[in-house]
């Protein structure tokens, strides 16, 4: 597994480029291709029960026998529908059409009576923008002014209003509110809807909800002719039946426009996600119905806030870059690939649903690719470095299990730490001698059968080997999560190698061995230069066990001991063996004598009296006691130990600072 400094970095890594794409130029591609993909997965929506439009088109002028030039048409046939619509009980008109020059006076008169009867009819304005230039040709400011329709026109009709589309290089995809460039004027969409709620013009004037976005999303209904239209001829036959008329007008907001299917014929017609390959965009008075009706029911979309958007980005970015640190890479990308289907389906319902556009073109394909990339880049780099410590660790002794194991245990052998550890140290009784019979193949060929039957009781007992210089070999049991186990499968893969090393039966590979065990900090990992490493264990427990086991030579003994790396509470299968100040040593140390043959740990009661005695400093008795203990049992090493230095000490006597201790000089 990686550092935990490696995963923090991997993790700030991400976060960092996420926050960056978060501030580029692929931001933008949630109005192009992200609000066209939440349109192409939520399908069209039903039209607007309370919206019509009346289209001004080629058709209805053919039908009708007027100019295709539809800006020249008699101004008393819209006295006709404005009458019309009023008397079958339309609640708002609007007229996307600019009345600028005038007409034929009595048609002129006719329409300005109408406007002035209904009271609730809006007249569309242009707004212009004037541009001030240096005398070098240079820009320096621009005035926005408006283009108002004649006064006749403007004087009468309940208001007038301009209906602006903000343009982008993805197309248009929302509408002003209030234009602040003409005093913060609310436009048509928000003017009818007032007149629809029952507002006066002062209170659509100041709408609270326009004056606060000033500008919002658009919420398609679909492509062009999806919202309810009726060519300008059609409506006036409707107009004709009153009980027909009423039905499909009563109530309603009627919008007049231009809305022309031969697009060649359009002015104004502005591309939207929903545009056809074929070029069919949606008209102007299509778009300004679809604003008029998303404002009467407040589907407007709802769009984060960006600095909200970023945090949200970050957040998706971190969890999906701690799947792919948790996680082995085919599981990762699975999860990734659930997470983003899911976000998919989050996002949808959302748009459909709630009217809130969520980015979709970041997070479910930009932000996962990359975090996709840095995972599988950090795999391989994590399967490169642990195939070189499986490379090293299989160099010097380890087994693959073995590696597998020690690795979880320090979070990658590279790195190493300091762990609370049974360190087993054992040598080949004999081993100079032996050399000298064999020739160096031979001697390498019995030390490798030694060792295959030597190395795989440490791992099976959860131990490690981890460090085999010629005939000593420098095991491990690391204690950090259990002390209590890491001390049984200490002691029973000692008493393990005793029984197949030094027991009565000959065995492959087997060779007489003393061992040492000690317990402490040690730490365990790579140790040495950039040109040469090896897995090892460091520190002074390392050292002292190799002291344990130095000490089998003067007791007579296979295997010793500290206290610490018995288990506790009770030594059961141990024999005390005395205390013992190792050679370099300030601290004395108890230890005990364990074996695979019960037999070696009893002891005759002499022997309990004389070790009483020599500890009490009384070494004749202690020297008569340990004579009598060794008669019963001649091949007991700890007792001849005692009482040779016994005798030895009865003559010299003990220091006045004796404790029972015994201080050795040699290792």
Not at 15 to 26: C, D, K, W
Not at 363 to 372: F, K, N, R
Not at 491 to 520: C, I, K, V
Request: aromatic letters at 8%; one cysteine or more; a neutral charge.
């Amino acid at each position: 597994m990686f550092r935990l400094t490696n995963r923090y970095l991997l993790l700030l890594a991400s976060l960092a480029i996420t926050f960056l794409i978060g501030l580029s130029p692929l931001a933008s591609l949630e109005t192009g291709l992200g609000i066209k993909l939440l349109y192409t997965l939520r399908g069209m929506r039903a039209p607007p029960p309370d919206v019509l439009i009346v289209s001004l088109d080629s058709r209805a002028a053919s039908a009708l026998g007027l100019s295709r030039r539809l800006t020249e048409w008699s101004r008393a046939t819209h006295a006709v529908m404005v009458n019309g619509l009023v008397s079958s009980g339309a609640r708002a008109i609007g007229f996307d059409v600019l009345f600028e020059r005038e007409r034929d006076p009595a048609g002129d008169a006719a329409f300005a009576q109408a406007l002035q009867r209904a009271g609730r009819v809006v007249l569309a304005e242009a707004v212009a923008r004037r541009k001030i230039l240096d005398s070098a040709g240079r820009e320096l400011a621009s005035v926005e002014y408006r283009s108002l329709p004649q006064a006749m026109f403007a004087d009468v009709a309940y208001t007038t209003a301009p209906f602006i589309l903000p343009k982008t290089d993805e197309g248009v995809f929302e509408f002003w509110t209030h234009l602040p460039g003409v005093g913060d004027r609310p436009t048509m969409p928000v003017v009818l809807a007032g007149i629809m709620a029952g507002r006066s013009l002062q209170e659509a004037q100041q709408s609270g909800l326009g004056r606060e976005a000033r500008r919002l999303a658009l919420n398609l209904y679909g492509p062009l002719g999806r919202i309810t239209t009726l060519s300008y001829d059609q409506a006036l036959r409707l107009l004709e039946d009153p009980l027909q008329a009423r039905r499909r007008f009563e109530g309603k907001a009627v919008i007049i426009g231009l809305s022309e299917p031969n697009q060649s014929l359009q002015s104004d017609a502005y591309r939207t996600p929903y545009s056809s390959a074929d070029g069919v965009d949606v008209s102007g008075v299509e778009l300004c119905a679809t604003a008029l009706a998303n404002l009467l029911d407040g589907s407007y979309l709802r769009r984060l806030e960006p600095a909200t958007e970023l945090a949200g980005l970050l957040v998706w970015s971190t969890t999906l870059m701690l799947v792919w640190l948790c996680l082995a890479p085919r599981m990762a990308m699975s999860v990734t690939v659930v997470g983003v289907i899911a976000y998919a389906l989050l996002a949808v319902l959302a748009f459909g649903r709630g009217n809130l556009w969520l980015p979709v073109i970041l997070p479910l394909l930009v932000v996962p690719v990359m975090i996709a990339g840095l995972g599988l880049g950090a795999h391989y780099r994590r399967v490169r470095v642990r195939q070189a410590d499986l490379e090293r660790a299989m160099e010097h002794g380890l087994s693959h299990r073995a590696f597998e194991r020690l690795e979880g245990v320090l979070g990658g052998l590279s790195a190493g730490r300091t762990v609370f550890a049974v360190c087993l140290c054992s040598d080949i009784e004999g081993y100079t001698a032996l050399s000298e019979t064999l020739s160096p193949q031979g001697t390498r060929d019995a030390l490798n059968r030694y060792l295959e039957a030597f190395i795989p009781k440490v791992e099976s007992n959860g131990g490690y080997v981890v460090d085999i210089v010629g005939d000593s070999v420098m095991s491990v049991w690391v204690a950090d999560a259990s002390p209590a186990q890491a001390r049984d499968g200490a002691q029973r893969a000692t008493l393990a190698l005793d029984d197949y090393m030094n027991g009565s039966e000959l065995r492959p590979g087997a060779l007489p061995t003393r061992f040492g065990l000690h317990f402490g900090q040690v730490f365990l990992g790579e140790v040495g230069s950039d040109k040469r490493r090896e897995i090892r264990a460091v520190g002074d427990i390392v050292n002292t066990a190799s002291r344990i086991e130095g000490v089998n030579k003067l007791l007579g003994t296979r295997i010793l001991a500290s206290e610490g790396a018995l288990p506790t509470p009770c030594h059961s299968g141990a024999r005390a063996a005395g205390r013992f100040v190792l050679k370099g040593k300030r601290q004395s140390l108890a230890l005990y004598h364990l074996s695979s043959n019960p037999e070696l740990l009893s002891f005759a009661p002499d022997f309990e009296r004389g070790f009483a005695a020599f500890t009490g400093g009384d070494f004749v008795a202690a020297g008569q006691s340990f004579e009598r203990a060794l008669a019963g049992r001649p091949n007991d090493g700890i007792c001849a130990y005692y009482l040779s230095l016994s005798r030895r000490l009865a003559l010299s006597g003990a220091t006045s600072e004796w404790d029972g201790s015994v201080i050795l000089d040699n290792k």
